[in-house]
């Protein structure tokens, strides 16, 4: 079957963006005139999700110390079944 430029333009699109070239600089280069389009050639690589929640963990353990809070998720409530439908308020 071979390259087709589709799927060149589609890899630059991923590699341009995980190496952190600004999104209207990749639209320029794709030449799409709409994030829409550059939306549908992101694909989401399982590490680059990662990475980036990893960034967003250190982010907000920073901002509890910062504050002073501890770093620890509080206890989650236990649904109450107060209804008497069955229905779980919290």
């Known amino acids: 079957m071979g ?6 333009r589609c890899s630059a699109a991923i590699n341009l963006l995980a190496a952190g070239v600004d999104e209207g600089t990749v639209l320029k280069i794709g030449s799409w005139k709409t994030r829409a389009m550059l939306d549908r050639y992101n694909v989401q690589h399982s590490a680059i999700v990662k990475a980036t929640m990893q960034k967003r963990d250190v982010y ?3 901002k509890l110390e910062s ?3 501890s770093s620890t998720a509080p206890e989650p409530q236990k649904p109450r079944s107060n209804d008497s439908r069955g229905f779980y308020l919290w």
Do not use: L, S
Not at 3 to 8: A, G, K, P, S, V
């Open 60 to 62: 907000v353990a920073e």
């Open 67 to 69: 504050v002073g809070a």
């Open 3 to 8: 390259i087709r430029m589709h799927d060149c």
